[in-house]
């Protein structure tokens, strides 16, 4: 099994362009998260999702779009890209409902914004 | 806001030494989450303790939780180089009471062959 699959990788942006992050799980999780990671501030929550067609904001929201309009894939977007949102972003996925079991991690996808 | 806060930042032993990384929280909580992280990749599950276990074991590793400190420990034993990674706790409460794990920010453990 692949488990949770970020696309892309890697990815630099000038400021003001937009992009969408792809989180596919192949583990049929009901909930999925969308983290970033930055130095010294550990994992914020950015979205998460408790169901297809269902998505709530996290601690940082502003700034990014979600949408999770089948189970297997949750979509992170930032419509106008700005250098405060240059991090590592980590999609994570659960069977279990919110805080209480393991989630799964994707590798992460490391983003630049210019 | 972090719910956890591990501490210290970071930690240097000899291979074969054990390691003790300690997670502090805020409010009450239901379980607490360990996770690895090696450089450059996600973070990866290590154990859960639930609010009515005090110790838990799996493998190397050795969970306590204190609620009546609120906080948590891991203790690693006989490390390994291979154990060199950055290690979170996360707890099953947000800001505001939520249930989203909350994940603080971290310890980087560093082990010398």
């Known amino acids: 099994n692949a488990g949770v699959t970020q696309t892309p990788k890697f990815r630099v942006l000038k400021t003001g362009q937009s992009m969408t992050l792809l989180c596919a799980q192949d583990m049929n999780h009901e909930y999925m998260y969308w983290y970033r990671q930055d130095p010294g501030m550990g994992l914020r929550l950015i979205h998460y999702s408790v169901g297809e067609g269902t998505t709530a904001k996290g601690e940082v929201p502003d700034g990014y779009n979600v949408s999770r309009l089948k189970k297997q894939n949750f979509l992170l977007g930032l419509e106008s890209a700005a250098p405060s949102q240059t991090s590592v972003y980590f999609c994570?996925?659960?069977?279990?409902?919110?805080?209480?079991?393991?989630?799964?991690f994707g590798e992460g996808s490391r983003l630049t914004v210019l | 806001s972090q719910q956890g806060e591990e501490d210290p930042q970071a930690l240097s032993i000899q291979e074969g030494e054990n390691a003790t990384m300690n997670c502090s929280y805020k409010?009450?909580?239901?379980?607490l989450q360990w996770y690895r992280q090696n450089s450059g990749r996600g973070l990866v599950h290590l154990i859960l303790i639930r609010s009515n276990e005090r110790e838990k074991h799996s493998g190397r590793l050795r969970v306590t939780l204190d609620t009546s400190k609120k906080s948590s420990s891991l203790l690693i034993t006989a490390s390994r180089a291979a154990d060199t990674a950055s290690y979170f706790c996360a707890t099953d409460r947000g800001r505001g009471g939520s249930y989203i794990p909350t994940f603080g920010r971290g310890t980087s453990l560093i082990v010398h062959p």
């Open positions: 994570a996925s659960s069977p279990h409902r919110p805080g209480t079991g393991e989630l799964f």
């Open positions: 409010t009450s909580i239901n379980n």
